[in-house]
């Protein structure tokens, strides 16, 4: 059957992660702890009050203040979305037309290339270095090369690396180009550096940040933008209308205003990332990657990750396995709690044992 979708669309994989699991789920970095109940009813109470049948605030101040509280940054130029996904779609709809180009780096979060695909918008890519540390002098070179940039899209810390830019390197970047700078700072909270002082100085640097992450809301869908007001303005026009709900709406400012309390895990979120990191360098054949961010990415020296991530899940524990260029062999895990992380350790102790020894 002829079919009238677009080949780019056709070749495409689409974006596929187990989302159920009767187990460990440590595949996609979210937070071990859910919504605390007293919050959830806070939230519900307050839907019980607004009128489900009239379309939802475009662009909700009362969230949008309390996210500039959150940040101490200008409300003007914050802009709320539908998550993350949906922002970064908005920006290359917003600077990018067919036949443009984006540059971003590899590995790195698949989303961005998936979204200037779908608008068969090329996407021009630098390699991690081997560490997986940014090769700035290559994406300056890059920058320089092109001359159909219309976005730069680098995430800090990297996903699936956990690797990070310093401030420095962003803005050695942001002299080079005119093009936007984003900078994907989903997992800032777990690191605590970001970009945002850089946006007066450089008038095209966007941020972008979630509620999926440190603020335990992965199922709520919310994320935001931050950038000059004058350059929000225009990214406005090209965010589909309402398409952040009142749930979310409602939701966003219940978390904000209890974000002591979501927020206090970190501290454990962190040292458990770093005692993770230490156990996992004394089991042979495991080499983990340092990481700023709530996961760890690791490569199996001798167990194929796919049969690696297959041992895992027989054993109750859910982990992301990759096989792209530069993850050859890799998997990552998503900091858990205490109990979660022993029994990962446990269960990859038991798979590498016999590896080990010859016998797997």
Known sequence: MKTKIKENIRVMKAYSVPQVFDG?????????????????????????????????????????????????FP?????????????????????????DQILTVTPTFSVYAAAASVMNIETLTVPLNADFSFDVPALIKKIGESKKLKAVILASPNNPTG????????????????????????????????????????????????????LR???????????????VTELKKAKLPFSLGIFQQVAGEVFLENRRLLLENIAT??????????????IPFIRPVPSKANFILFRSMSIPADKLYRGLRQLGILVRAYDGPGLENMLRVTIGTPAENAMFLGALRALIGPAARGAY
């Open 24 to 72: 460990v789920k440590l595949n996609q970095n979210e937070s071990p702890l859910d919504i605390p109940k007293d919050i959830k009813k806070e939230i519900f109470r307050r839907l019980d009050e607004l009128q489900w049948n009239r379309y939802p605030e475009d662009f909700p101040d009362s969230l949008l203040q309390r996210i500039a509280a959150y940040t101490n």
């Open 75 to 99: 409300v003007k130029g914050i802009m709320a979305a539908n998550g993350s996904n949906e922002l970064i779609q908005t920006v290359i709809y917003a600077c990018c037309d067919t036949g």
């Open 163 to 214: 690797t990070v830019l310093g401030i420095e390197e962003i803005e050695a970047i942001a002299k080079k180009t005119t093009a936007l700078l984003v900078i994907d700072e989903a997992y800032f909270e777990f690191y605590g550096e970001s970009a945002l002082s850089l946006i007066e100085t450089y008038g095209n640097i966007v941020v972008l940040r979630t509620f999926s992450k440190a």
């Open 217 to 231: 809301s992965a199922g709520i869908r919310l994320g935001y933008l931050m950038a000059r007001e004058e350059l």
């Open 269 to 282: 979120t962190l040292r458990e990332r770093e005692q993770l990191f230490n156990r996992m360098q004394t």
